[in-house]
Structure formats: C-alpha cells, structure tokens
C-alpha cells in the first residue's frame, strides 16, 4: 500500500506548541498506546468523539479527544487506502472531519485541493464545535480549506498559488468563496466572551477575569472587565449620585480599595498558578528525563547483552574452529603414523620373508647335502659290506692263476703271433691283464 504524501514538516511544527506540549503530557493520549491498528483508533473516535474542537469544553482547558486520536494518527502514518475509507466513513461524520484535519494539518499542499474538491457539496450535517451548531460536511471542509484558523488556534499556511487555483475552482462551482464560520473565528481578535483562549495561561487567567502575562488583549476581552457596576441607591431609593461629594468620595475609595484588594488577589492567585503550573512542568520534565535516561540504561544494556552474545557466539566459533583444527591435525598425524606402521610393516613382512626364503634355502641346502652325504656313506657302506676289502697280493695270485689256466685251454699265443700283429693288433697281455682287472675277483 502507498503511503499517504505529506508535505514533510515536522508534526511539532504544524500544531500549536501549547497544544502540541499538552496533547503529549495528557494522560489520554498515554493511554492511546494501547491502540495498535487503524480500526482500533477508529472505533475510539465513534465511541469517544462528540466535537472536533482543540480544546475541551468547560472548566477542563485540556486537550480534546479528537486531537488526541488525530496525532495517533500522526504517529501511525495513513496510507491512500487507508485515508479513503476515513473519507468515506459511513458510521461517523466526526471520523470524516478528523480524516480532513489530517489532510489539512499533514497532506501536501498541492494535493491537497484534489483530496477536498469531490466533498465541497457533501450535504451530511454535523456539528464541529461544542455550541451544537449544525452544519454541512461540505461547509466544514471549504471553511478548512480557505481558513487561517481552527477554533482559535492556527492552521499550517497554504501558498497563495494553491488558495487561489482554489477559489476559482470555487467559482466556477458557484460556491461562496468566503467563510462561514462552521470552524470559528476567522481570528483571534473576536470580543465575543465565548471565544476560545489562545493558550493554555490565558485560558485560566480569563476564567478569573484577571490579566494573563503577555497576552493584553486578555484583560481587556474578560467579561469582567467589560461588565458596567450596577448604580447604587441610597435607603431613600435615590439614586447616590444624589449624595454628597464626601459620601461619594469615599464610596470611591472603598471601591478602590476593594478593586485593588481584588487585583492583588488574582495576582497572587495567577502567580501560585504560575508556580504550579511551573512545578508541574519541571515534574514532567524530569519524569521525561527519568523516562529517556531509563531508556537509554535499557538501551545500553540491550547493546551489552548483544555485544554479550556476539562475544560468546565468536568465542564458540573460535572453539569450534580450534577443535576442527586440531581434529585435522590429528587425523593427519594419525595418517601419517598407519602410513609409517604400513612402511615398517611391509619392509619387516618382506624382510621376514626374504630371511624366511634364505633360511629355507639354506635348510634345503643343508638337506640336500646331509641327504648326499647320507646317500654317498650308505652307498660307501653298501660298496663295504658287497665287496671285502681287497687284498692285492691275493689278487695278483687270482690273475696269474686264471691266466695260467687261459694259457692251459688255449694254449700261449703270444710268443707265435709277436710278429704277425706287431702293427695291427695291440699287447694282448695288458688287455688281457686289463680284462682280468675289470672283472674283479669274482669273475669266473
């Protein structure tokens, strides 16, 4: 939703100071605080509302409740939307005027006539003061419009340009271009006795018929002032002008007297006021001052609780961190340590192994040398128990024996052949010899 566009000037500066000041120290507008929606503040201006004056009537000089609920919604800041259904309100002509006031007081100046122009013929009667004085919403918002005053208290000015499109516009609608009072005086300069004080001092010293500080012509607009003393008569009925000049001459003097008495107690009166009214000012300041230091204590304690938070958020991180790192690290280390065990693991398993194969090696060697050695002592042992140690006097015998005995079957051909087979066949006795050798012993 867009928000409504205003002219931008502060809210202090388009009301009345005095009014402003009062509207923030009234206990009302305090209790407004619990009003948090639009239609919460609505429904308190139906059920609360019966006049749009600033002030509120009889002896009470405060602010009224419609401008207390109109800077709520100062503070609220309407949208268009939301400005369109005050305008159109069908349950209350007061939630209207307070819509118009808001314009009249916030809206911008060259957008303001578009907001009033479709209203200027609205016949709805109402009636904006306290008196009970009927009139038309379109009277109200044309005397707004073309008004310098509200019920004695000033409007924010309207450039000479924008009132004068206005009045032309006004013009051609053939609608009168002056006002009509529905909104009060068109100044404060009035000499009615009902007119509105133009502040708050002047306001209680009028109740009192007695001259408030800087304001001059107060004293002479008090209906006390102005009221003529009655004639005074004598027992005859005569009338005392009748009377004789020291009769008169101190009747004056007693009615001086009595004047300056009566001055002399209103002064009093308006400075025990004063002073009141000061003491109470410099309580509510120093109420405002205990309010704004609570809240800076309050504010400055949130901002330690937060640094607070964020201190231990960060140190909580850094923790975090720290320990990830160090998780880091150890899983590295730990990475590094496997990595290391594995290294010295598989050159021990290959070294076991190696000194494993030369062990086994070194075992088979050994075996098959003790097997060879064992195979070669048992063949040897074998040799021994097959075959008796020879003896080689007794073999020679055997030989000579066994060729003694070839000679006697075959008779000796050595000594007849010795020259036949000298080239061809060799010495037959070494063969022979040879073949007898071979045959060992046992040959038969």
Known sequence: ????????????????????????????????????????????????????????????RGPSTAFCLLYKFFTMKLTVKQMHGLLKHPDSPYIRAIGFLYLRYLGDFKTLWGWYEPYLKDDEEFSPGSSGQMTTMGVYVRDL??????FDTLLPRIPVPVVRTAVASLEKMNLPTKLSGSIGDSSRGSEETSRRPPSVKASLSVSFGQRAPHRASTRDSSPIRRTIAPPSYDKDGANGSRRSPSMRRSQSRDLSDRENSERDRGRDRDRDRDRDRDRDRERTRDRERDRDRDRD??????????????????????NERDRERDRDRRHDYDRDRGRDRDRRYDYDRRSIERSRRDYDRSRRRSRSRSHSRSLHDQGTRLDQQRTPPRDESKEKKAASSNLAKLKDLYGDFGNKKENIGDDRAPNRDTSTEEVIRLGGSTWR
């Open 1 to 60: 939703m867009a928000e409504l566009k205003t002219s931008g000037r502060p809210i202090d500066q388009l009301l009345e100071k005095v009014l402003c000041m009062n509207i923030l120290s009234s206990d009302y507008f305090r209790d407004l605080l619990r009003l948090k929606t639009y239609h919460e503040v609505i429904d308190e201006i139906y059920n609360q509302v019966d006049h749009v004056e600033p002030w509120m009537t009889g002896n009470c």
């Open 145 to 150: 419009f073309l008004g310098q005053y509200y």
């Open 297 to 318: 204590r309050y504010r400055d304690q949130e901002r330690e609780r937060d640094r607070g938070r964020d201190r231990d958020r960060d140190r909580r991180y850094d």
